[in-house]
């Protein structure tokens, strides 16, 4: 099925610096997308979205990039803090059969060193 | 209520009996999602409900799971004749639907699966 199950990646960050996470979508036609934040023990928490018509939102400590050429997303978090730590999911929200489901990245695991 | 709810948050069960997992969905969405998330893994989509349009299915992994929705309300998952691999936290997630762009989905806790 999709996002099947892979050992999530890793990026460890000095706390105080800036982290990037990366994520290649898969459907060209999807127009929406959201990042998430799924920390130990929970569901994940929306963070940040972004439509197609747009190649950049920003919010607070968070900026979404999105480059539809080839198909990438990336979430740039600003003075990482320890509780950043979590996983990162982007999600793509594409048309199929004529409804709309979101797929989901296999994830990134962010580490914040103290 | 406030947020989608789901119940038993956690189940340990007997390898070969049957779950049924709760999910209570925002008040007033129209999709709801089921996600599976193997340990230290990434979501695996299940099955998705639009309105009163057909389910897509076409993540289940077998027929031993199925899935309902009464309306644009509770949805329960059942996982028949349960079996190690199946041990899992079941995430279920909804949002209001319709036009894709612009509906966040908003999730659940999760119910915590462990097969025995």
């Known amino acids: 099925g999709e996002s099947v199950g892979l050992h999530l990646p890793t990026l460890s960050v000095q706390e105080g610096d800036n982290s990037i996470i990366n994520c290649a979508y898969s459907n060209s036609a999807s127009d929406y997308f959201i990042w998430y934040k799924q920390e130990s023990g929970k569901g994940p928490q929306f963070i940040i979205d972004?439509?197609?018509?747009?190649d950049k939102r920003q919010g607070q400590r968070v900026t979404v990039l999105l480059n539809k050429t080839v198909k990438h997303l990336s979430l740039q978090i600003a003075a990482t803090q320890p509780g950043d730590s979590a996983v990162y999911f982007c999600a793509e929200n594409m048309a199929t059969s004529g409804t709309y489901k979101y797929i989901f990245g296999t994830g990134t695991r962010l580490k914040v060193l103290a | 209520g406030a947020g989608v709810s789901q119940s038993p948050s956690n189940k340990v069960t007997e390898k070969g009996k049957d779950v049924e997992l709760r999910c209570d969905p925002i008040?007033?969405?129209?999709?709801l999602y089921w996600y599976r998330q193997r340990l230290g893994q990434g979501l695996e989509f299940l099955i998705y409900?639009?309105?009163?349009?057909?389910?897509?299915k076409s993540g289940l992994p077998s027929d031993r799971f199925s899935a309902e929705r009464t309306g644009e309300s509770v949805s329960t998952l059942t996982i028949q004749r349960t079996q190690q691999e199946d041990s899992a936290v079941y995430l279920c997630?909804?949002?209001?639907?319709?036009?894709?762009?612009?509906?966040?989905?908003?999730f659940g806790e999760g119910s915590w699966l462990t097969v025995v």
């Open positions: 008040s007033g969405h129209t999709a």
């Open positions: 997630a909804s949002s209001p639907g319709g036009r894709a762009a612009g509906n966040t989905i908003y």
């Open positions: 972004i439509r197609s018509n747009m």
């Open positions: 409900f639009q309105g009163n349009s057909a389910p897509d």
